[in-house]
């Protein structure tokens, strides 16, 4: 994670609040958000593979979990209710 720069906390003071955006200026909404963007820190191709691999074995993982759960109440109910 990074902190912000003297420029951007500089930047952030010295703009002087308009209120409300007016509907008709698109452009002023995209350019804030082209700003947005840019502050944003993005993985690295590393970290985007391991979390990615992660995040697919943690679904898997508690998929399995829910479909042994269901069988298991399945069955016990097929045992209590016959």
């Known amino acids: 994670m990074t902190s912000p720069t003297s420029e951007d906390t500089t ?20 350019q804030a958000t082209f700003e947005e963007l840019k502050l944003v820190v993005w993985p690295s191709r590393q970290q985007l593979f391991s979390e990615s691999i992660a995040v697919i074995l943690m679904v898997s993982l508690s998929a399995a979990a829910i479909a042994a759960l269901s069988r298991f109440y399945g069955w016990a109910a097929s045992q209590v209710f016959r």
Request: charged share 15%; no cysteine.
């Open 11 to 30: 930047a952030a003071t010295t703009q002087p609040s308009s209120g409300p955006e007016q509907p008709g200026k698109k452009g002023g909404f995209l």
